[in-house]
């Protein structure tokens, strides 16, 4: 098994210098001056510009410059956003719990409703039940998210008037962030009401972004359960006379979730390409808005820290499933 | 795909066209949804046909109009009109051709090249799977919008720009899917006896193994050729897409976005056309599996 940890990791790290040189080509890809894009500045004299350039290092060779970055990115130093002049490591480690927060309320909600949706109609295959869960996860898997945002807003927000339409929390309640979840923190503060107007804030992005992933695992876990219960080892289990419930939930549902982690951990970029378009509707205060604020913006230091820090997120829970992988399957290891 | 059933030599074997559409059809959606598809095509390929005015023609006298069945509604203008007096109808049908042309685009770059690549991993394994599986992994850990609308700052923003990107964050998926399939299937009997009989490489990647990948790399492909009309038009809604005026879809969501709450129509009926469009392409793709995969079949 460590034998597998460490090959597992031993992948991650050039995968890792990969993503790193895509973020330092980046910049130097755009059209454009570099020097004046890092700096913000428009007009500048012969002697700055050749200082500027000195100070970031663009006078030295390419690779030389790489290994630089490389070092710096190593140490912690993303660089300083252009616009505010704030670290941009700082600036995401502010917004990535609201992120985090929400994407995990969004793969909670579509795990709890999904797998038990996708078992349910394996095990009930061809009836109603089966072909109306099915007609609803596909309604869901083909589901534009932005405009489903729209459309909640327009009913919830708009004509019921339940749900208040951006941000985390009414602008009443104020404390110091622990967790940076908001629902922690609204629970910590002991003021009465916050953890409600939180909630309140959080569960239209939720339902938003968990959509796709709640119909993609529904589905999965359908079409896995689907090809484990025409097994040998099922029938064997049902010959020898368990209980239904024991073949489905623990001989069937088993085997058919291996695939199912796997989409659930590619889920993650589903879910940070969908805070993208979930956060800019709501405007949630998340590295989705942050991103796409920062490419409006031109903050060109930001997104190129935003896309490697991003980019590092998915590997690190790409490696968690592939170690969950190794675990539930023994024979992935060798 | 014919290559699924044998050659229909003897009598009372149906040809694997006939056997194809036998499955197919057994699934009422899959059905349905090739005929909205089919309607979709027809009305995008024959748009000026079908558009009662043109896209951008602007009526001053008639900005924000409801839809005709409403009161206060037009018989002209059937969806009503955007905030500068356009028809919706007319730019819905028009944006039709936008959808449709960069899904057959991102599928046909993303499954040949993703298909080919991923059988030299799944095949020769080694050294050449494993350099080919990190650049996959390298790709795969960006999100597709995330690395489109990076792609679109240094690039501009556009549709050509946007299909590359969006093909090139599909591709992973078909390389590793095809590998995963060769590698379940390489050592299985049926290979094995084809290498014994003396098969060659190529023979055995494309006309043994391929075959029986091909079912789930259908999915797939009708999977990306959806998911890439819905990741343009997040582009698009997000301003880093096709840019106004012209009639894409979510273009024109995102331009509806401020009247929300005044004009609810205009902000209803771009969303669902991309619902209906998308929706229709993914019935297809399940009764497509229902067809085509052959443990299906016989369970």
Not at chain 1, 289 to 314: E, H, N, P, S, T
Not at chain 2, 278 to 288: F, K, P, S, T
Request: glycine content about 10%; charged content about 15%; overall charge positive.
């Amino acid at each position: 098994m460590l034998r597998f940890l460490l090959g597992r990791l031993a992948i991650l790290i050039p995968t890792f210098l990969g993503v790193s040189l895509i973020a330092f080509s980046f910049i130097r890809m755009l059209p454009g001056d570099p020097v004046m894009l890092m700096s913000g500045e428009r007009v500048m004299s012969e002697e700055r510009h050749a200082a500027i350039m000195h100070d970031l290092g663009l006078d030295r060779p390419m690779p030389v410059q790489y290994l630089n970055y490389l070092t710096d990115v190593l140490s912690g130093d993303l660089g300083t956003s252009i616009v505010t002049k704030r670290p941009v490591l700082g600036e995401f480690l502010s917004l990535f719990p609201a992120t985090l927060e929400l994407s995990l309320c969004a793969i909670i909600l579509a795990v709890v409703l999904g797998v038990p949706a996708g078992v349910f109609a394996a095990v009930k295959r061809g009836t109603w039940f089966d072909q109306s869960i099915m007609g609803v996860a596909l309604v869901g898997y083909s589901m534009p998210i932005f405009w489903w945002g729209l459309l909640l807003i327009i009913f919830f927000s708009g004509y019921l008037q339940w749900t208040p339409v951006s941000g985390r929390i009414s602008l009443m309640y104020f404390f110091p962030p622990v967790t940076g979840f908001m629902l922690i923190d609204s629970l910590l503060s002991g003021q009465p009401g916050a953890f409600r107007s939180a909630f309140s804030y959080l569960i239209l992005p939720t339902i938003v972004l968990g959509t796709i992933p709640l119909a993609v695992i529904a589905r999965q876990t359908r079409s896995a359960m689907l090809e484990v219960l025409g097994e040998d080892y099922v029938r064997t289990a049902r010959s020898k006379g368990l209980s239904p419930l024991r073949v489905v939930g623990v001989h069937a549902l088993r085997n058919a979730l291996i695939p199912v982690i796997t989409t659930i951990g590619l889920q993650v970029g589903v879910l940070l390409a969908g805070a993208i378009l979930t956060e800019t509707i709501f405007s949630w205060p998340g590295i989705g808005k942050w991103m796409v604020d920062a490419v409006f913006k031109r903050d060109y230091a930001v997104v190129q820290g935003g896309l490697l820090l991003i980019a590092g997120v998915i590997m690190l829970v790409n490696l968690a499933v592939d170690i969950t992988y190794g675990f539930i399957n023994p024979r992935i290891r060798h | 795909m014919s290559t699924v059933t044998a050659s229909p030599k003897k009598t009372g074997h149906p040809s694997a066209l006939a056997e194809f559409w036998h499955y197919f059809s057994r699934n009422k959606g899959a059905v349905i949804g090739l005929a909205i598809f089919i309607v979709i095509l027809v009305v995008a390929i024959l748009a000026p046909l079908f558009a009662p005015h043109s896209p951008s023609e602007q009526n001053r006298e008639a900005l924000l109009l409801v839809p005709s069945w409403m009161e206060g509604g037009n018989s002209s203008y059937l969806l009503g009109t955007d905030a500068v007096g356009r028809d919706i109808l007319s730019r819905l049908i028009y944006g039709a051709r936008f959808s449709l042309f960069i899904g057959l685009v991102v599928v046909t770059l993303s499954v040949i090249s993703g298909v080919l690549v991923g059988l030299v991993a799944g095949y020769f394994g080694g050294r050449t799977d494993i350099v080919i599986m990190r650049i996959m992994d390298i790709i795969l850990a960006f999100p597709s919008l995330l690395l489109a609308l990076v792609l679109v700052a240094v690039l501009g923003p556009g549709l050509l720009n946007a299909m590359i990107a969006i093909s090139l964050v599909n591709q992973p998926h078909f390389v590793r899917l095809t590998r995963a399939s060769v590698l379940a299937e390489r050592e299985k009997e049926y290979v094995v006896a084809s290498k014994v009989a003396g098969a060659g490489t190529m023979r055995i990647m494309f006309l043994t193994i391929l075959p029986n990948c091909l079912g789930p790399l259908i999915v797939q492909a009708t999977l990306a050729f959806s998911a890439a009309i819905l990741d343009a038009a997040a582009l698009g809604f997000l301003g880093m897409g096709a840019q106004p005026p012209t009639p894409e879809w979510g273009t024109m969501l995102a331009e509806a976005r401020e009247f929300i709450q005044r004009a609810p129509w205009v902000v209803t009926f771009p969303g669902l056309a991309i619902l209906i469009t998308v929706l229709a392409i993914n019935l297809m793709g399940d009764g497509l599996r229902d067809a085509l995969d052959p443990k299906l079949k016989r369970s």
